[in-house]
């Protein structure tokens, strides 16, 4: 008989986890057998596809360009993406469409930025040689390229490399277009790079025709004139649809060099370009030779615009501010602008002037050829600007975009770090002796005469531009890191207003570092102001062609900061009058107009510099060349102080002279008639057609009381002056 006994919950546990342990062997046992038949009909099928030996060559050849193209893929994303963040998806065709007329205080105007909205030409329009001339001369292959045209990119390498120089340009018209809407004039690889991207990106977004109506309504055509139809008007007085064919050609030949070829500059060099671009019209098969010959015979002829073409450079900065001030949204979306501007016309033709007949007359002397002024109001309005000796010739603004070491001339703002943390004060006394600073090996700067002069007041040492001093005050502003110190100093140029970032090198106290004229001039201001930010501005109010008043500066110069404690720029003040009236500074001086600044010279005398004030006016001057070439011994104290002197003389006629905060009554302003002698002296040898007048004051004060009585007025359309026109006050 049978027994059956009863399994323990253990026993059948082990039990079940066999019988699972079995189960799982089985099954992973028949999917590797599975897998091994799998794998052996891969086999079989793929030895069926053994491809002979030269169809061997062509799959690896494939793998390795697909692999190459992958790799090609991400390399070339990597370098587009630069490129698409200039562009801003929702607006980016209004970017560069602002059309602005800058007027002075009496409502005339003094010139105009951007595009002629109101006159905007459509494409079909535009006289047909008009057109026929711009394609034969930029790009002939417009309607059959993408964006980038390689055959004509080949065809300019192998013209220039036979001209052993650049005689001809591979961008096509979309890629101008996209540097004209994105980008800059930088000349770099980088730039190049992006241009391409983004002319491919333009291919894709626009029509052939759209590109071309964008390209012929902004491309820059020289004298601040953008687009055809503005260069009809300022070149030859008519509308772009009356335009002869040598008209046509010499606006197309504009397009390659605006500057070289303007004909307001070098009518010879414009009709000798001209008769290039009839010549590409002819070649290109648009035009038959007999159908030129008349142009060529008669070439054309540009109305007069004498006097006309004045402050281009601080047109171009204030543009540059409205620019910033619509990207911000600050405009909302009015593109068509009216800008009472703080220019003075009379004064801007003055510092002009007196710029070019100083170098003429002792430019040669001090193998000096070009200069930079910027002069600001208190509030920091821009009152005039000199950034080259002709726009013409170079548009390039070296009041704005050149960086030069400003040499003694930066040693304020370290004397204003010292005096703010407390290190010295004006009648401190500080020794002149041999300084040295550490960098590896010792560098030990000497003064300008070789020489130590011992013991003196601080005040003394800013105005006979003691070098020593400014490395001693900068190694204690850092508590003996003289690292520390330059930190000190930047942050009161970070202050103070400067826009560009001074190089922290050693030699920063001594004005080795690059810095811009425009940045000295509102680092001065703050001195002149008490303390308080004065950031340089142009646009006084703006207006839209109908008088509605959209933005005034006001609204910003009441939150302007103090950026320095008063008495620091109160002593500032009386230690910077003190270089114009016993130190290197005495040329700026005025006939009973109190004013402050600091001369500079750098090494080999590449720069010289005058910065200084009054109590109405800022001026920044450099003297200098392009090249960086050495002058003949040429400082501060000389040109750049006698341009100083006869721009501020002029400035400061027929108003209300201020003091300069900090100082005394025995340096009140007083009316001095050598003052008009000064400012006239520049007059007196200019043709009668060409002489300034300025406001008397009586007759400011009826303008004033005029712009009064047109404020109590509501505002209406502006008549007579159509878009981008100014109202009279």
Known sequence: MTEFRTLSLREKLARRLRDADAWLEHALHRLVERAKEGLWRIRHASDRLEPSPGGRVAVTLACEALTYCLIGGIFMTALAKPAFRAVKEDDWLKQQDLAVTFVDQTGAVIGKRGILHSQAIAIEDLPEHLVKAALATEDRRFYEHWGIDPQGLFRAVVANARANGVVQGGSTITQQLAKNLFLNNERSLERKIKEAFLALWLEARLSKREILKLYLDRAYLGNGVFGVQSAAEHYFGKDVRDLTLAEAAMIAGLFKAPSKFSPNVNLPAARARAADVLSNMVEAGFLTQGQVSTALRNPATPVERANQNIA????????????????????????????????????????????????????????????????????????????????????????????????????????????????????????????????????????????????MPAIVALAKSINTIPIQLNEKLGKGNHKAGRERVHDVLRKVGFASEVRDIPGMPLGVSEVTVVDMATGFNAFANGGRLAKPYVAREILTPAGEVIYRAEQDLAKRPQVLPSYVALDMNRMLRQVVTAGTGRRAALPGIPTAGKTGTTDEYRNAWFVGYSGNFTTAVWFGNDDYTATNNMTGGSLPAMLFQQAMAFAHLDIDAQNIPGLGDEDRPVRDPKLAELAGALEANTPQAGRLYRLSPRGKAVLREIEAAGEDKPAGPVSGLGAGAAPRS
């Not at 949204?329 to 801007?348: E, F, K, W, Y």
């Not at 033709?349 to 208190?378: C, F």
């Not at 013409?392 to 003694?408: E, L, T, Y």
């Open 312 to 455: 281009d450079y601080a047109l171009d900065y204030g543009f540059e501010e409205i620019k910033q001030l619509a990207a911000a949204g600050r405009l909302g979306n009015h593109r068509t602008l009216i800008v009472r501007a703080t220019i003075d016309p009379g004064l801007q033709r003055h510092v002009e002037r007196a710029s070019e007949s100083i170098l003429r007359q002792h430019g040669p002397n001090y193998r000096v050829k070009q200069s930079a002024l910027v002069m600001l109001d208190h509030s920091g309005g821009l009152r005039a600007m000199v950034g080259g000796r002709d726009y013409g010739q170079s548009q390039f603004n070296r009041a704005v975009q050149a960086m030069r070491q400003p040499g003694s001339s930066f040693k304020p703002f370290v004397y204003a770090a010292a005096l703010n943390d407390g290190v010295i004060k004006p009648e401190s006394i500080v020794v002149d002796r041999p300084t040295c600073v550490n960098i590896g090996r010792p560098w030990c700067p000497q003064n300008y005469g070789r020489s130590y002069a011992g013991s």
